[in-house]
Nanobody
């Protein structure tokens, strides 16, 4: 079982990025998949999640700006991030909740002018 993130980078405030999390070893649409982030000096926090039946939930700080979705054919979960703010700067992690919890290696998102 493995999840691998991609798509991070440097973006100006107000810009957009799309993160991808590709799963291997399991079918992700059967499980809860989440995006977390961790900024320097802060605890890791939940950003968005999608359940096996495609119910979604979001942190208040990203509601209306971020969208979590999945492509079952590609076994991939996405996080579309719009209207990015400097406070969105963090390492973003993909999480898969099976009988165990699996984390990706993280991808850096930096929002700065």
């Amino acid at each position: 079982v493995q999840v691998v993130e991609s798509g991070g980078g440097l973006v100006q405030p107000g810009g957009s990025l799309r993160l991808s999390c590709t799963a291997s070893g399991f079918t992700l649409n059967r499980y809860r998949m989440s995006w977390y982030r961790q900024a320097p000096g802060k605890e890791r926090e939940l950003v968005a999640a999608i359940s096996g039946i495609a119910t979604t939930n979001y942190a208040d700080s990203v509601k209306g700006r971020f969208t979590i979705s999945r492509d079952n054919a590609k076994n991939t979960v996405y996080l579309q991030m719009n209207s990015l703010k400097p406070e969105d700067t963090a390492v973003y992690y993909c999480n898969a909740l099976l009988s165990n919890t699996y984390w990706g290696q993280g991808t850096q998102v930096t929002v700065s002018s």
